[in-house]
């Protein structure tokens, strides 16, 4: 079944349907808020949010319209206002990318010297990453980890796909012009698999 074909069940009355949306989304949605969240303080809001992005959708789900965006668009966008809706109420705690899930897994065959030289380098992209305004950092986590295209992200930020492809630029630059100083151009393509799509 489809998304849409799930949608219009669910609508009808079969609620117990909804269960198999979770299960094709929780995964990423999960991933997504879990980026979006800085500090292991933060971390543990993380199932929370997520199943606070699923209910809200829920509740939510006779008012959406296929024809304004598709189902995971719309999913992405609950997730993203549940995140910063929390993060209004921590004031001092900073949306941004965390650390965990992606730190590359070292090879049996690499030196620990390596290992630690890879992770220190992949702490800085991260930190860059994080020192973004919200807008950029919510672009690029979504276009570079999730892999959305970029009418997608426009329709979750709510901007257009060029303000989108902008935020994107200035995202990179300034990764970029942040990375250099440690270790010139190619870190940021190296090591993050972040092109200037």
């Known amino acids: ?30 991933a997504f808020i879990f980026h979006m969240l ?7 809001l993380v199932d929370d949010l997520s199943q606070e992005t699923f209910y809200k959708a829920y509740r939510s789900l006779q008012t959406f319209r296929e024809v304004e ?16 809706s929390e993060m209004r109420k921590q004031r001092h705690v900073k949306i941004s990318l965390d650390q965990s899930g992606l730190t590359p897994h070292a090879s049996f065959e690499a030196m620990p010297e390596q290992t630690i030289l890879r992770n220190e380098k992949v702490a800085l992209v991260r ?3 994080n020192n973004l305004p919200e807008k950029q950092r919510s672009a690029l986590i979504l ?8 009418q997608e992200i426009a329709n979750i930020l709510g901007q257009t796909v ?14 970029k012009l942040q990375l250099e100083p440690y270790f010139g151009e190619a870190i940021y393509e190296e090591y993050e698999g972040m092109s200037q799509r």
């Open 1 to 30: 079944m489809t998304d849409s074909q799930l949608i219009r069940e669910i609508k009808d009355g079969n609620t117990e349907l909804y269960a198999e949306l979770v299960r094709r989304y929780e995964r990423k949605i999960y």
């Open 38 to 44: 800085k500090s292991a303080n933060m971390e543990l």
């Open 127 to 129: 930190e860059a990453i």
């Open 143 to 150: 276009r570079e980890y999730e892999q959305l295209d970029y």
């Open 69 to 84: 965006a598709s189902f995971s668009t719309w999913l992405y966008t609950i997730a993203r206002n549940t995140v910063l």
């Open 162 to 175: 060029s303000a989108v492809k902008s935020l994107l630029f200035r995202a990179r630059a300034s990764v």
